[in-house]
């Protein structure tokens, strides 16, 4: 995928013109210490000064694993509570670093001061990106699931989106639950200068008296486009309702003509429940792609070499029917990732439960075409699209998910809400349950 202009980036197409010094603290770069900790710290720029932010910088050795993150201004501060010998990395995708690594010994006495100089060295993204089934529309692999609240609006909110696509996002899927644009018009806004080299993917939903024409017309408008890329309403199929919601047939011939006019380019559902996919599979609606869970436990997809019995892999199903394939939950819901992620800490805090489960799904072998993921902190979103860039997972990775599975099975119904108990329905069984039609 293509980098293009967005806003102005620091160091874009900066070359590093020399080496970068490592010296011990002095007079002019006061440090932190403690007797009971050292310090390592220092700044990563370009060539031409310009504040780096993002980079990863890893600190291990001694039995030590440890990173922060650059700030605004290009620094970091790292605290090292054990004497030894330790090597620092820094790491962000589209740069190489001079030096590339740096070896330090901490003792009681002294800190370290360790300045990098940045070099961009790739200039095309490192996600790779699919055609959404048979649409003709190229999602990248990793889509940018947004859910602005009032606490993520603004400013950072901005950067983030911004970096999102300048490191190779172009899908940003769009939910807005609250009835009321809070999360399209701050998004529209953000993605304005580019908004006709995105993929945009949102789910309609008519409030404030409005038609779904006219909610949906609306909608055209807050993004000022033409057309809407991708657009879902959770209904999994045109004659069969949600318990407990209105009749949406009227919404579907609604969908169903805006896409002849032009006005939609791919149509879609989430599915909740496996059985649901039936009436699309069954039935013979022009449905371009279809939504669901899939990550290290709610796996029910199965990725085509591990199908249980005679059991025929989701994603091949759909992908018969020329259905685009969109995973969701990939940490395995929004109200499980805490209590995961908690767990995992506990197990080995050196391994990234977010990067782990990501790359479970890129290694698993089912190849969705898209995965959805919301990202509200820019730590996570930079510790999410590490696993993209880097994408080879690891037996320890592995091993990681297999023990905070055994912790998810006992808290499963507990920890996820009622309106998400579905999600156990994603859950493997047996081969020999006939009610279960296909994996």
């Known amino acids: 995928m293509k980098r293009r202009d967005f806003l102005s980036k620091s160091?874009?197409?900066?070359?590093?013109?020399?080496?970068?010094?490592?010296?011990?603290?002095?007079?002019?770069?006061?440090?932190?210490?403690s007797s009971k900790s050292s310090t390592v710290s220092g700044n990563i720029v370009d060539s031409e000064g310009n504040a780096i932010q993002g980079v990863k910088?890893?600190?291990?050795?001694?039995?030590?694993?440890?990173?922060?993150?650059t700030d605004k201004l290009g620094e970091y501060s790292l605290k090292i509570r054990k004497n030894g010998e330790y090597t620092l990395r820094p790491s962000k995708p589209d740069y190489k670093f001079n030096p590339v690594s740096q070896k330090i010994t901490m003792n009681a006495s002294q800190s370290f001061v360790v300045n990098i100089m940045a070099i961009i060295v790739n200039t095309s993204g490192g996600i790779e990106s699919a055609e959404l089934g048979t649409t003709g529309i190229t999602v990248s692999k990793f889509?940018?699931?947004?859910?602005?609240?009032?606490?993520?609006?603004?400013?950072?909110?901005?950067?983030?989106?911004?970096?999102a696509y300048?490191?190779?996002?172009?899908?940003?899927?769009?939910y807005d639950g609250e009835g009321n644009t809070l999360q399209y018009e701050p998004i529209a806004k953000y993605l304005a200068p580019v908004i006709n080299d995105v993929v945009?993917?949102?789910?309609?939903?008519?409030?404030?008296?409005?038609s779904f024409e006219e909610q949906f017309l609306r909608d055209l408008k807050v993004f000022g486009k033409d057309y809407i890329d991708m657009v879902r309403i959770h209904s999994y199929s045109p004659d069969l309702n949600e318990p407990g919601t209105p009749d949406k047939w009227e919404w579907w011939e609604d969908l169903f003509r805006f896409k002849e006019e032009?006005?939609?380019?791919a149509l879609g559902v989430p599915i909740h429940f496996p059985f649901e996919i039936e009436y699309l599979l069954e039935g013979d609606y022009p449905i371009d792609y279809v939504m669901f869970?899939?990550?290290?436990?709610?796996?029910?997809?199965?990725?085509?070499?591990?199908?249980p019995g005679d059991f025929i892999p989701l994603a091949v199903r759909l992908r018969e029917k020329g259905l685009g394939v969109v995973t969701i939950k990939p940490f395995a819901g929004d109200y499980f990732i805490n209590t995961l992620n908690d767990?995992?800490?506990?197990?080995?805090?050196?391994?990234?439960?977010?990067?782990?489960?990501?790359?479970?799904?890129l290694n698993s072998g089912l190849e969705p075409d898209t995965t959805f993921t919301g990202i509200n902190l820019f730590d996570e979103f930079l510790e999410n699209i590490q696993a993209y860039y880097e994408p080879e997972m690891f037996d320890d990775e592995q091993a990681l998910l297999d023990e905070v599975k055994v912790v998810a099975e006992k808290k499963a119904h507990v920890v996820l809400p009622d309106h998400y108990k579905f999600l156990n329905e994603w859950v493997p069984k047996p081969a020999e349950n006939k009610e279960l039609k296909f994996a």
């Open 343 to 361: 767990s995992a800490s506990d197990i080995n805090p050196d391994i990234s439960f977010t990067q782990a489960a990501l790359r479970y799904i």
């Open 57 to 69: 910088v890893i600190v291990s050795g001694n039995g030590l694993n440890t990173y922060t993150f």
């Open 262 to 265: 032009g006005k939609i380019r």
């Open 200 to 210: 945009i993917s949102i789910s309609v939903l008519p409030y404030g008296g409005r």
């Open 166 to 174: 300048e490191r190779g996002m172009n899908v940003f899927d769009v």
């Open 293 to 307: 869970p899939y990550n290290f436990y709610h796996n029910i997809g199965w990725p085509p070499d591990e199908s």
């Open 143 to 163: 889509g940018f699931g947004s859910h602005v609240n009032g606490n993520n609006k603004g400013p950072k909110r901005e950067y983030m989106i911004r970096e």
């Open 11 to 33: 160091g874009a197409g900066a070359i590093a013109l020399g080496a970068v010094g490592c010296s011990k603290s002095d007079k002019a770069n006061p440090l932190s210490f």
